[in-house]
């Protein structure tokens, strides 16, 4: 979307540096910041589910 003044980088990152980079300041965006404590709060990377 280069034409409306937005790039989107799509960067793959390690749970744990996630975490240490928001906990650094390093990551800032609420929806970002949001999405990575809640799925930390649940669990979500703790355990994959096994099908």
Same mark, same amino acid.
């Given at each position: 979307? %280069?034409? /409306?003044?937005? /790039?989107? /980088? &799509?960067?793959?990152?390690?749970?744990?540096?996630? &975490?240490?980079? +928001? $906990?650094?300041? /390093?990551? +800032?965006? %609420?929806?970002?910041? $949001? &999405?990575?404590?809640?799925? %930390?709060?649940?669990?979500?990377?703790?355990?994959?589910?096994?099908?």
């Amino acid at each position: 979307m %280069a034409d /409306e003044g937005e /790039e989107i /980088e &799509l960067v793959e990152i390690g749970f744990e540096k996630v &975490l240490d980079m +928001i $906990a650094n300041g /390093e990551i +800032i965006d %609420a929806k970002t910041v $949001a &999405l990575v404590q809640h799925a %930390a709060l649940k669990g979500f990377f703790a355990n994959p589910p096994r099908t």
